[in-house]
């Protein structure tokens, strides 16, 4: 376990780059047009240092809760800097929630301010917000605030105290993604972004010459601690994307040495190199070792991916043969395990000493054991405090000696290797009576790369089955008969041999191809692209019966 020094505070550490690396860039924002504004240490300090005394000037008493709703961009880093300097407290909002969940968390924070930004679609999210509660807007907002940004910059002196907090204050509220209704607020002190920030670039040995880009919601845990602390702690430089459709464009130019993502764009990743390449054409010129190292240099750069050191993957299970594909190109990817109660670092593979399908052994900052019932229990320093205002809540998931019960069941390998072989929640009965986990069975048959995400399901039924989600766009090329009976012949075979791999009760009945996009807007995901189980059954529940008299492998929904 690992101790960090007053030092090791992101504060603390935000003033020594502002002073030892002033000039030297941080933050590169896209601002449209294919351009670029970058900020220095001094001159990210600076901005942050004028918002910090402007909120301090409203005289809110210390502790007091300021949200941040946008997209992730150099304003929001700045603001989070800010709020903290003021003495408040920083509550992130994801920048795709639906109007009613921003008010719930709006108002169970009692959030003094808004802070927004850009956001997709900022007409569905605005009447989250209370109407009496003032809005500060960055640019490329879309949003009309009460305060703008850049006004306050030109009326605002920068702070000139450099004001510290010691590990145990409250520093954020990170709301949970809500798989299973209201999201719970985990109470965050400075201590755990010391804590997993030390940790982490100990892992990987970080320097200040670190690079990486943000992209996922920093909203969410995994994006704060894993990048935004990470980069705080070790002086390194921070890209942000535009858009969806210059993800590529933004990738190649942050060149990132540290690579952090989720399984579903993984997969989408290499569904982009089988879209240019032909996997059966990519295996043949990978097998020839003449053109082995080029064809790998070539596709990584491609991605942008070809500075990577330390490639992360976590959040849910990636199929092996996906990992595989990407050990072969030489990038190694590391799975880890974590939540936002954790600070999103529990475990995670070494370099060198990964085992596909375990999230590795216990983290520098944090203990793991199993319970009697099998459950991954785990404590340590970068913990929450609790869940805000539900102490009842806290008591539930915490014991009294400060084990977090984590509600996911695992397995230990000799090394000491942790595998997460389902949440104890999700488990579900047949009708035979024997319980099934989905998560190890979805992790094989998301292995068939030409679906984009599914979910087994079965409660009640005699043997489990899963529905499948085609990539963007694919539902109208599969109307085409001859397309689709080719589709179907490829999902039979990977489901035969899915099945042949499973133990009788947990062999999928039939696979549901269906039509709906499974998005964030629709309901049907978190905004960390996260199953909404109990909301995806209750939307196919009516056809289940349906699809099961087929006595088809795999059936096509209509809907």
Known sequence: MITIEPSDLPLQSAYRWE???????FLTQPIGGGQVRDWTWAQTLNEARRIAAWLKAQGWEPGSRVAIMSKNSAWWVMSDLAIWMAGYVSVPIYPNLVADTVRQILEHSETKLCIVGKLDDWPSMQPGIPAQMPILVTPLAEAKGTYVWDDILRSTEPMKESP???????????YTSGTTGMPKGAVHGFGSFAYVAKGLNGLVKAGTEERVLSYLPLAHVAE?????????????RMFFADSLATFLEDLRRARPT???SVPRLWVKFQQGIFSKIPPKKLDRMLSIPIFNIFVKRKILAQLGLDSVRYAGTGAAPLPPEVMGWYQRLGLELLEGYGMTEQFAWATSNRPGQSRIGYVGVASDVCEVKLSESGEVITRGPAHMQGYFKEPEKTRETMTDDGWLRTGDLGQFDEQGRLRIVGRAKEQFKTSKGK????????????AFTRIEACMVTGLAFPQPFALAMLPPGRWSAMKDAAARQEFTAELEAHLAKVNNELDPHERLDFVAVVPEQWTVEAGFITPTLKLKRNVLENHYTPFFDTWAKTRKSVVWHEG
């Open 19 to 25: 002073k030892e690396r002033a000039d030297k860039i």
């Open 164 to 174: 510290t907090f010691g590990p145990d204050v409250m520093a954020t509220i990170i």
């Open 224 to 236: 704060r601690s894993c990048i935004w602390a990470t980069m705080l702690h070790c002086g390194g």
């Open 258 to 260: 540290f690579f952090f």
């Open 435 to 446: 319980y099934v986990a989905p998560a190890p069975i979805e992790s094989k048959l998301s």
